[in-house]
């Protein structure tokens, strides 16, 4: 069976072979472009699964590209995840009219039909845990009947890091970590299940946070967690189906209450 194609596009040619290379050692095989024109050259030739588009290029940018391959038809399958350089969370929210380009710039790539977007600058392990993502929705994964799609938000890094690495590894899961609630609800991965932790001093709160996840997604599963015992009171009626309160390591009630939640489809590794 063929490797999975991914085309690079960006017209900062360090960051695209950056990507380019991180994605070759995780056993794909890549392609790069330094342009619109160039892209869909290698589009044609190449014939790529999955696109890593960047947006802001010369002469014929990432939304026109995205246009172009959705009008027709022999392209318009292929998937699309948009990097953009709007800049990194903490100053979007330091400048409110950032924000809104950011999430003008969301729509508009949605719109085009691009399945996922991703800021610059970002880590290769967020990368690949993306492409990974995007790969089993688009079903050029032998393993996307098996997989669950977790996204968690969880403000501390590190400790994201580790229940990501520790979600991925235990179940066939898809899983993204974010810092805030917000960015959750900001990205057009459609997760079967959410863990959203009480981040305290933050605008919107885990309680908050799940009570708008429920009125988007109201299929979703969502497991609110909490140090503070008596939050289980909020969670649960804001429209958590589980409440899990944190006592250290958590992650072996995650893996349960994600296994054995009543759509449950995904084995453990």
């Not at 619109?36 to 960047?54: M, N, Q, Y």
């Not at 392990?125 to 994964?141: C, H, N, P, T």
């Not at 501390?156 to 810092?179: D, M, W």
Request: with cysteine; aromatic share 6%; glycine share 6%.
């Amino acid at each position: 069976m063929r490797k999975i194609r991914v085309l690079c596009v960006d017209d900062d040619r360090p960051i695209a072979t950056i990507i380019a290379t991180v994605l070759k050692r995780e056993g794909y095989e890549t392609e790069v472009a330094y342009d619109g024109f160039e892209a869909l050259r290698l589009v044609a030739e190449f014939k790529p699964d999955l696109i890593v588009l960047d947006i802001l290029m010369p002469d014929l940018d990432g939304h026109e590209v995205c246009r172009i391959l959705r009008d027709n038809p022999e392209t318009a399958k292929i998937a699309i995840l948009i990097v953009t350089g709007m800049g990194n969370v903490e100053r979007l929210r330091a400048q409110p009219r950032l924000v809104a380009e950011r999430v003008n710039e969301q729509v508009t790539t949605m719109d085009d039909g691009a399945l996922e977007v991703m800021t610059k600058p970002f880590r290769a392990k967020d990368l690949i845990q993306r492409v990974k993502a995007i790969l089993w929705v688009a079903g050029l994964s032998d393993k996307r009947e098996k997989v669950v799609k977790i996204g968690i938000a969880h403000m501390h890094e590190p400790t994201r890091e580790v229940l990501v690495r520790a979600l991925t590894s235990r179940l066939n899961a898809a899983v993204t970590g974010f810092a805030y609630v917000e960015d959750v609800l900001n990205s057009s991965m459609q997760y079967d299940v959410f863990v959203v932790y009480n981040n305290f001093g933050h605008k919107m709160d885990g309680v908050t946070g799940v009570a708008r996840i429920r009125a988007r997604k109201p299929q979703a599963f969502i497991i609110g967690v909490s140090p503070t015992p008596y939050l289980d009171r909020k969670f649960l009626p804001a429209g958590a189906n589980a409440f899990l309160l944190r006592a250290g390591n958590e992650i072996e009630e995650l893996v349960r209450m994600i296994k054995n939640r009543p759509d449950a489809k995904v084995a453990a590794a």
